[in-house]
């Protein structure tokens, strides 16, 4: 099959969606240069990203690309991922079908007494686990969905948010589809 | 146990080389690469050219890759060797010509070292090429030759750098005979059936179609424009080239409408604006082809074949994309029409070329020679004499440019007949591509005429390759039009900043007779129209390389135009014409 080409109208809408782009490569030096090369000189956006080897020998890798632009832009962008000598496939996760986006964060929460105490409770509501603490702080670490996370980090800024590490987000598509 | 190596990295690169069917390499040598030189010097089945500058390697590599259809090879030094050669990798990326250009490095051991003449390779020339390569291991080198040549050739062409450390080139390495599969890069060259079916459908409605044939053409063979000369003539249709494109159909013949865009013809840019149906093949729609991209063709239907499809719905939405080679895609194009019984609209063919031929009248590529005795040369003009006195000689002949004014004066009035002919810097544009192109033309049609039409200007930017020329005995052809500006942006200046003139003017210009003859070569000049003719005639006579100085109207511009920001319909015509009166927009005046 040649490669997929949404209908011409949908290319003419200009609003912006955001688009969760998969992309299978040869695990070969450079290659997260070029595509992260192809994004700059391009003048397309990162939004997230996320890179390891993800089978047995550790020669392929998968790279989760969360950007944004109108149809075409978008379309654009797979298109010229797609003909990077090293790219093996490329799905757009968003486009063909329900996905799974998931993304961990460390969180620094630096206090004491009331606010350590919510911060605390805060987290056992968002499932989040401590991973480090002193008597002056704690790591939270939590997965999830961006928005649950961003919603978790909004929440701590009262509580003495001190520092973030977020991941960004891996995927896959829901069901028994493979990319 | 694996037998025992009995190669160095170099001799294993050359094999590989030979083993790809290389016959000529053009390189310059110097300290990273002097292994690699020293095989070469021992060895028969490769010839060396030896350039004046690396950046010239790599346009002789286009010139002999674009005349040939074959991978052109480079061979050029670390740290500046490489850096030299980036401006032609680009080029080379921007019009998709199959280059594999060897670049030394620094041992592995010093990588990272800021070591002498250490540049980061792979990561300058990442963005320059289709694909590049850094070889850390013996083992991986002839892989990674055969890697490179089938990455260039394939798909859509373009340049692969491989950088090779010293250490590499001189430890033993294993060989590996040529790999036929690639692990990842398969480019889909057959189109899908279903789509021809339906391109076929379309086409046969047309009221009011055009091909549109680009440089995608070219790249896929003689084959691909000979099936493309063969589609147009079954189907009658009107046919314009790209820059690019020229020579993929034949110049005289009557269906033909001359080139579009930019500095098109107004039959072919008013074809494409009133379609009702487009076929693009082996073109990408790019902003010297569109104008403004709102007022593109709004109301034609439009089908676009490309082997890459990333330049599919790029800068236009297409209502039928097919990715796949030209020449396939046209063989099925013309196996489909002759299947297909769906009657032709022949009144409305009938009233499109009524249509094209009042604009065809309108005879946009007009200028007024001044005949008499003493008359300045106009640069059109001198194109036309140039054409129609090699024509008549029947001699092979290949055409290269520089860039600028004269280019597209070459390409408006300078007629090609045949595929592979025709070099130029199309997509970036790179002043200076001209003679070392021609160059790498003549090293491969050694019994051929090669002419590079050139400025005053941009013939300067690889002056030095007079030289090869000389060592090599290239009997190329250089003809400047000398207008004594850098005639396209001192027209830009006139038309959109006042006339004011900044920079522009071609001050201290060298005699280019006498640097003719201290090149070893042959200088001549022709100062007005009646000794044009003679001096034409006497370069084609002249065994040697020869520079031919002409002097042409200095105020002369190049029409029709598109400015910038306008639309198809919106040309600019010559003083000839009535002026049009559409000026240029401050959208307009961003743009380049």
Redesign the interface.
Known sequence: ???W??P?AS??DTTQRSATISVL??NE??VL??VI?LFS?RGYNIDSLTVAPVDAGGRRSRINIVTSGTS?VI??IK??L???????CVADLTMEGPHVARELALVKVIGVGEKRVEAMRVADTFRARVVDTTLGSFVFELTGATDKIDAFIELMRDLGLAEVSRSGIAALARGTRVI | MAAELTQTGAEILLRALKDQGVEVIFGYPGGAVLPIYDALFQQNAIRHILVRHEQAAVHAAEGYARSTGRVGCVLVTSGPGATNAVTGLVDALMDSIPIVCLTGQVPTHLIGNDAFQEADTTGITRPATKHNYLVKRPEDLARVVHEAFYVASHGRPGPVVIDLPKDIVINKAPYTEPTVQHPSYRPRTEPEAGLIAKAIAMLKQAKRPIIYAGGGVINAGPEASEALTQFARLTGFPITNTLMGLGSFPSSDPQFLGMLGMHGTYEANLAMHGCDVMLAIGARFDDRITGRLDAFSQGSQKIHIDIDGSSINKNVPVDLPIVADAGKALGALLAAWNASDAPVDKPALTTWWRQIDVWRSKDSLKFNQDMKRGGIIKPQYAIKRLFELTKARGRETFITTEVGQHQMWAAQHYGFEKPNRWMTSGGLGTMGYGLPSAMGVQIAHPDALVVDIAGEASILMNIQEMGTLAQYRLPVKVFILNNQYMGMVRQWQELLHGSRYSETYSNALPDFVKLAEAFHATGMRAQSVDELDDVINAMLDCPTAVIADIAVDQAENCFPMIPSGAAHNEMLLGPEHEPSGVGVTDAGMVLV
């Open positions: 099959m040649q490669s080409f949404p011409m290319l003419s490569v040869d030096a450079g240069a070029r090369g000189g075409m379309e654009q298109a010229q797609d003909r990077l000598v090293p790219v093996h």
